[in-house]
């Protein structure tokens, strides 16, 4: 399957701030974008997820934005936490097959 | 407490070995589905089921098996096993075959292949 490209491949971000990770895609045809979160040692987990038919998404300090035209999405993590340090990963479902097609991962690290 | 189950959670083994790695879950969930995940490449998937007794491939399954024999197991095989095979395996179950619904992952299975 076609692969989605996600940048950056890490970021280290000062507690507080805002982190940003975008994705691109190629396949027109696809409608749903979700964002899966793995902290050390644990299986991913879906933290927001987005369907063509909206543009942006909300969810407390998080909120995920999509561009069909530009085919790419973006996660905007507001106000960074400890916490929040992990792997997050884009995936976009391929409209050929159905399945999931996982970004490289983004490494997130808070700096206190 | 619901869940994805996988055993072991790490595992050494040699070139050429059988080895199996159970996965269950207790959601009742259709869908499941095996992932490897490798450094720079994501997480690509393996083989996945929709039901009971049906099973297909992924995007990697060369050099796996699997079996759905009941709605809440989905082993993982690796009949001789070889070092491309080293890898961290997520096992991940969901309610909805559509693709759109949340998959819940397991917490992993790191395997090394010497």
């Known amino acids: 399957g076609e692969n989605v490209e996600q940048h950056p491949s890490t970021l280290s971000v000062q507690e507080g701030d805002s982190a940003v990770i975008k994705c691109t895609y190629s396949?027109?045809?696809?409608?749903?974008f979700p964002w899966y979160k793995q902290e050390l040692g644990k299986g991913p987990q879906l933290i927001i997820d987005?369907?063509?038919?909206?543009g942006e998404k909300k969810d407390q300090r998080i909120a995920v934005t999509l561009n069909k035209t530009a085919k790419h999405f973006s996660l905007h993590i507001t106000e960074t936490q400890p916490e929040d340090s992990a792997v997050y990963f884009c995936a976009e479902l391929r409209s050929n097959d159905y399945k999931l097609s996982f970004g490289a991962g983004t490494t997130v690290t808070v700096r206190a | 407490e619901a869940q994805v189950t996988q055993n072991p959670r790490y595992l050494i083994t040699v070139t050429g070995k059988k080895l199996t790695v159970t996965c269950s879950q207790n959601m009742n969930h259709e869908y499941m589905s095996w992932y490897r995940q490798d450094p720079g490449l994501g997480l690509r998937q393996i083989y996945y089921?929709?039901?009971?007794?049906?099973?297909d491939k992924g995007d990697v399954p060369e050099g796996y098996k699997v079996s759905r024999k009941e709605k809440r197991n989905f082993p993982l095989i690796l009949e001789s096993p070889s070092p491309n095979q080293t890898s961290l395996y997520f096992c991940?179950?969901?309610?909805?075959?559509?693709?759109?619904?949340?998959?819940?992952f397991g917490p992993g299975t790191r395997l090394t292949v010497l």
């Open positions: 396949d027109s045809a696809s409608n749903y």
């Open positions: 991940a179950s969901s309610f909805m075959t559509s693709g759109e619904a949340e998959q819940f």
């Open positions: 089921s929709m039901n009971v007794e049906v099973t």
């Open positions: 987005i369907r063509s038919n909206v």
